[in-house]
C-alpha cells in the first residue's frame, strides 16, 4: 500500500467514524424526543407564568431553536451548524453554544494535559521498576495496583479524596472561587495563576493516579516479553550490561504501545472527565456537559457533544498518520 493509499484509507475510516457519531447525536437529542413526545422548549416555561399565554412562549421557543421544524429539515440544519461550528443558542445561558464551549476548553486542558504527562511518567518509572523485579513482590504490587486503577469507580474515590484532603485536611482549595479571589477582587496576573494551578492540584493528582495503570500493564507486559525475546538473548551473549540491555534497548520499543495510549487517552480523557469536574467544581466542558443533561438543553447538549467527539476523531487520526513514524516496523504494505 503506497503512503497516499495509506493516508486516504486513515482519512476516510475516521471520517466514517465521525459521521456514525453526528447521526447518533442528532438520533438521541432530536428524533427521540420527538417520537416521544418530548419538547424541551416547554421546561423553560413555567407552569404558572403570568402575562402571556404559556402556549405561545412554547411556540415563539420552537421557533427559535428549530424545535417547529420537521425532521428531515432539521436534520439539513443541524448538518449545516456543524460544518459551519455555529452550533445555536444555549437554552439555559442564552448565549452562544460555541462561545461557552471556548471558555471552558482551556479549563479542561489545563487539567487534562498536566495529568496526561505526569501519569505516562508514572506509568514508565513503575513499568521499568516491574520489568527490573520480573515475578518478585515490587512487580506483584506495582501490577496489582496498576489493574485496580482500571477498575476503581472515579466518582465514588474523587468524592472520597475531595473530602479527606480538601475540607478535613484542607490541604486543597476546594472553591474555584475562593482560590482565584482575595477581598471580593479577581486575582490577577502571577498571583492568579498559582492561585488556580493549587486549586486543580488535586483534580490533577487524582486523574493522574486512575488512569496511569492502562500504560503501566502495556509497558511492563511489552518490556518482559522483550527481556526474554532473542534479541535480547542476543545483546547479553555479546557481553552487553543488563541495565544498559534495560534501558537502551528494550525501553525504546517497548514505550511504543505507550505512546500509541497516550494519543488515545489524549482524545477520550476530554470525555472522561465529566465525573471528576462535577466533583472538584471545575468549569470546564465535562461540567457543561453535566449542566446542559440536567437542563435538556438540546443546542448546548449536542454542541458539546459534537466539539469533543470531533476532537478525540482529529486526535486519533493524527495517530494514525503519526504511528508508522513512532514504530518503524509499521511499513505501508
Known amino acids: 500500500m503506497t ?56 411556540q415563539a421557543l420552537d421557533r427559535q431553536f428549530g424545535l417547529n421544524l420537521p425532521l428531515d429539515e432539521r436534520f439539513f440544519v443541524y448538518m449545516k451548524s456543524l460544518l459551519t461550528f455555529h452550533l445555536g443558542i444555549s437554552m439555559s ?122 500504560r503501566n500493564i502495556l509497558f511492563r507486559n511489552n518490556g518482559v516479553e522483550l527481556m526474554g525475546s532473542n534479541f535480547v538473548n542476543y545483546l547479553r551473549a555479546r557481553g552487553i550490561d543488563e541495565r544498559k540491555i534495560l534501558y537502551k534497548h528494550v525501553t525504546r520499543n517497548a514505550i511504543i504501545p505507550v505512546v500509541t495510549r497516550v494519543g488515545i487517552d489524549i482524545a477520550f480523557l476530554f470525555a472522561g472527565v465529566v465525573f471528576i469536574e462535577d466533583i472538584f467544581n471545575i468549569p470546564g466542558l465535562g461540567r457543561l456537559l453535566v449542566r446542559a443533561a440536567e437542563n435538556l438543553d438540546v443546542p448546548l447538549l449536542g454542541g458539546d457533544f459534537y466539539v469533543i467527539t470531533l476532537f478525540a476523531v482529529v486526535i486519533l487520526l493524527v495517530l494514525d498518520l503519526i504511528y508508522p513514524l513512532i514504530d518503524p516496523r509499521v511499513k505501508y504494505e
Open 3 to 58: 503512503l497516499v493509499r495509506y493516508l486516504a484509507k486513515r482519512i476516510v475510516e475516521r471520517l466514517i467514524l465521525l459521521l456514525g457519531v453526528v447521526i447518533f447525536n442528532f438520533v438521541i437529542f432530536q428524533v427521540l424526543p420527538t417520537i416521544y413526545g418530548i419538547n424541551p422548549a416547554e421546561l423553560y416555561v413555567p407552569l404558572t407564568y403570568k402575562g402571556l399565554p404559556r402556549s405561545e412562549l412554547v
Open 93 to 214: 445561558y442564552q448565549e452562544p453554544v460555541i462561545t461557552l464551549i471556548e471558555q471552558r476548553f482551556p479549563v479542561t486542558a489545563l487539567l487534562v494535559i498536566p495529568s496526561l504527562i505526569l501519569s505516562t511518567i508514572l506509568a514508565l518509572v513503575l513499568g521499568l521498576y516491574s520489568i527490573s523485579r520480573q515475578g518478585k513482590i515490587g512487580d506483584v504490587a506495582v501490577s496489582f495496583t496498576s489493574i485496580m486503577t482500571y477498575f476503581i469507580p472515579a466518582f465514588w474515590l474523587g468524592e472520597i479524596v475531595l473530602y479527606f484532603f480538601g475540607f478535613y485536611l484542607k490541604i486543597f482549595p476546594t472553591n474555584l472561587a475562593e482560590a482565584i479571589t482575595a477581598n471580593g477582587h479577581s486575582l490577577e496576573g502571577f498571583v492568579y495563576w498559582i492561585n488556580l494551578m493549587k486549586f486543580l492540584t488535586l483534580p490533577i493528582l487524582f486523574i493522574t493516579v486512575i488512569s496511569y495503570g492502562v
